[in-house]
């Protein structure tokens, strides 16, 4: 038994069962893709690394015009990267869609990037082949690429079978291979290939996520029409993720996928806003007003619906993380038990920073009572009852005014923060009065509603008819008619309505924050690009700031192959304050022989010691083509100061003292001694410098080895 293979296995088995059953792993419930083409994802506030599975999408089953059976499809690739992240970055997400035979197409790869462009792909997961048509055998899975902790390929279609006639099984996604005409069963959960057909002329079936499509089969001695392979499932991206918990507040979405969060709070509290949040908007409701007594009373009106809108936070640095905002929730007024008393006012909710981005939305009107007819003023006013008028609206609309033609009495409904209350209603020659219903509540642009519903007002009940009005949308209360008016709904700062037994309570207010995460820089950006130098084999980093607020430096950062793993490569200095746009550029000279995937992200540190992070660019470097020795001498031909010698085969060098002669084309000899390559380059390009043009030769000696390089000075 190959012991390292079934654990391995058994690994990967593992991990991919995780993937579509471990919800439960993360303190965020992960997001899944699995619609094809591209998606974004933006990293919310407080996320400073994400966890992305990848699976590509499944290859089709074979279609069949001819005799015999046809191959299944492959499956698609799997693999997971842990990606280093910044709040407000933005990853792209392109998830591949099912191959099929006919027309011929692959299932397509699954990936995410730092760019629209699969070239800035971290990982890939490559989607599986496709069987073409009249192919017999099943057909290969994807592969995974780029930079990931595991991966694993798709498993190949099985082969179709000739006795008795059937179609081969797709193959799974992440290794599973198609068995015969039976699709690929991943035990542990991972997606299945579609099963092969096994009658005459009949389909394949399709594959699940990743799986590739089952093959169809087709007996040339009955006449049919040929089967139709199964397509390949779609692929699919996963991405998983923790947030560290709010002090108050509720998350109702951080914006991940619209890019749009949003906090709401029910109770007074405070609200820290993420370091370098440029902008944001602000709800504030205020409570709702208090329902009248009695069988003719008015309904409450709604609290204030007010949105601020605020930009160019410290002239465009954002906040610093560190503000605290205090946050006040308005309470509903209570309903009326007196037919004495009006129902009381609501109060107001707050949301400032020690008078710096202050809103404040005031409370609604309570309604009038049987013996206190007009409706209290309020942000919205409340229903009068009988010949009293409605409340005046100061921050919304005014109450209905009740009605009293003749004997027979109602109740005005509550004004709401869309329209005003509705007059009582009050029908002649008969024995019934309707109570006018609350005006209508808002849906404030980009906020859930809607809010702020006036209360119903109150009305006589005469064999079944008349009684109170409907509260407005929103969530203001019904009247009551004989009995208690209905309560404003909570924290929607809708009116209560009147009731003839006791007036419903008004709703409490609420407070809702929206921002976007892609308004989190704590640097303005303009743009952050990196470019590869193939001629002086440099990477040139080049960036523009519109604003800097306390801005020390930027430390540049760069990973190998990998985005979890940066080291400190260089410092820039950077303007301090400035509201204009300064440009930086960075060189780094240092790549490595091999090659791969560079990843850049820049570290601004402000004069205080807090750092925030840039978004992470990449840029593919190619390898420098080995010559067989221990050293290599480059670029060459050389300008004389920008020449490298670096080791190749670190396995011949032991640390031994390293002597190096430049002899010129004259015959003019110059000898180095040292440990530290880096230092002996810096003396060969200073002699190089101010040398004439022509072949040089580089003597380069350690231990007991020695080697020669010609190096042509242009």
């Known amino acids: 038994m190959n012991l390292k293979f079934s654990l391995f296995s058994t690994l990967v088995f593992s991990l991919i069962q995780v993937i579509f059953t471990a919800g439960s792993l993360f303190a965020q419930t992960p997001i899944t893709f699995n619609t094809p083409g591209q998606s974004f994802f933006y990293v919310p506030a407080g996320v400073t690394s994400v966890t992305v599975d990848v699976i ?75 069987a073409s048509e009249n192919q017999t055998t099943g057909a290969a899975g994807g592969t995974p690429s780029g930079s990931f902790d595991i991966g694993t390929s798709g498993g190949s279609g099985g082969n179709g079978q000739a006795s008795p006639r059937r179609g081969g099984g797709g193959g799974g996604a992440g290794r ?46 009955i006449i049919v029409t040929g089967g139709t392979g199964g397509a390949g499932g779609n692929g699919a991206v996963t991405v998983s993720y923790s947030m560290a918990p709010i002090t108050d507040g509720t998350i109702l979405d951080d914006g991940a996928t619209s890019d749009n969060a949003l906090i709401s709070f029910t ?28 069988t003719s009373a008015g309904g409450g009106g709604a609290g204030q619906v007010l949105v601020r809108s605020f930009s160019n936070i410290n002239g465009g640095a954002g906040f610093n993380g560190t503000e605290s905002f205090a946050i006040e929730i308005g309470t509903g007024g209570s309903g009326s038990g007196n037919t004495n008393n009006r129902g009381v006012n609501g109060t107001s909710s707050s949301f400032d920073l020690g008078g710096i981005y202050e809103a404040i939305a005031v409370g609604g009107g309570g309604g009038a009572s049987e013996n206190n007819t007009t409706g209290n003023s309020g942000a919205s006013g409340g229903g009068g009852s009988g010949p009293g008028n409605g409340g005046n609206g100061t921050n919304g609309n005014n109450g209905g005014n009740g009605a009293q033609p003749i004997a027979f009495r109602a109740g005005g409904g509550g004004g709401g923060a869309g329209s005003s209350g509705s007059n009582g209603i009050v029908v002649p020659f008969t024995s019934y009065t309707t109570g006018g219903n609350g005006g209508a509540g808002v849906n404030p642009t980009g906020f859930p509603g809607p809010f702020a519903g006036g209360g119903g007002g109150n009305g006589i009940i005469f064999l079944a008819l008349g009684g109170g009005g409907s509260g407005g949308s929103g969530g203001g209360g019904n009247g009551g008619g004989n ?8 924290n929607s700062g809708s009116g209560g309505g009147a009731g003839g037994a006791g007036g419903g309570n008004g709703g409490s207010g609420r407070v809702i924050i929206r921002y976007q995460n892609t308004r989190i820089l704590p ?36 990973a190998h192959n990998q985005v979890n793993e940066f080291v400190n490569i260089g410092e820039v200095e950077g303007a301090g304050f400035s509201d204009a746009i300064l440009s930086y550029q960075f060189k780094d000279d240092h790549l490595p022989l091999a090659g791969g995937m560079l990843y850049y992200r820049l570290k601004q540190v402000d004069f205080g010691g807090t750092f925030s992070y840039s978004d992470v660019v990449g840029v593919r470097v190619d390898p420098i083509q080995s010559t067989g020795k221990t050293w290599k001498a480059y670029p060459n031909p050389t300008n004389g100061t920008n020449l490298k010698i670096e080791l190749t085969k670190r396995q011949d060098f032991k640390d031994e003292m390293i002597q190096l002669r430049l002899t010129s084309p004259s015959g003019v000899s ?33 231990g007991n080895e020695v080697e020669y390089h010609k190096i042509l000075k242009k």
Do not use: C
């Not at 074979?62 to 992240?85: D, L, Q």
């Not at 405070?270 to 009248?292: N, Q, R």
């Not at 440099?538 to 306390?550: Q, Y």
């Open 56 to 130: 590509g999408a499944g290859g089709g089953g074979a279609n069949r015009t001819t005799n015999n059976p046809g191959g299944g499809g492959g499956g698609g690739a799997f693999a997971r990267s842990t990606i280093a992240v910044v709040p407000g970055q933005v990853l792209f997400i392109n998830v591949g869609a099912g191959g099929r035979s006919v027309p011929f197409a692959n299932g397509g790869d699954s990936w995410v990037s730092l760019t629209p462009s699969v070239a800035n792909a971290i990982v890939i997961a490559g989607g599986g082949n496709s």
């Open 176 to 221: 599973a291979v198609g068995n015969g005409t039976n699709g690929a069963v991943v035990n542990q959960g991972a997606p299945n290939g579609g099963q092969g057909a096994s009658s005459n002329g009949a389909n394949g079936s399709a594959g699940s996520t990743g799986g590739g499509g089952g093959g169809s089969t087709r007996n040339g001695n």
């Open 267 to 294: 109770t007074s509290g405070t609200w820290t806003p993420p370091a370098g949040l440029e902008a944001f908007e602000v709800l504030v409701i205020g409570g709702g007003g208090g329902g009248g007594r009695g």
């Open 483 to 490: 009995g208690n008016g209905g309560s404003g709904a909570a």
């Open 523 to 558: 640097v303005e950006y303009v743009h952050f690009d990196a470019q590869f130098d193939p001629i002086n084999r440099v990477n040139i980093l080049d960036w523009a700031t519109a604003k800097e607020w306390e801005n020390s430096h930027f430390e540049v950062e760069r």
């Open 670 to 702: 110059h000898g180095y001694l040292g440990r530290r390559m880096e230092e002996l380059n810096l003396e060969v390009n200073q002699v190089l410098e101010r040398s004439s043009p022509g072949v040089y030769i580089l003597e380069i000696r350690w």
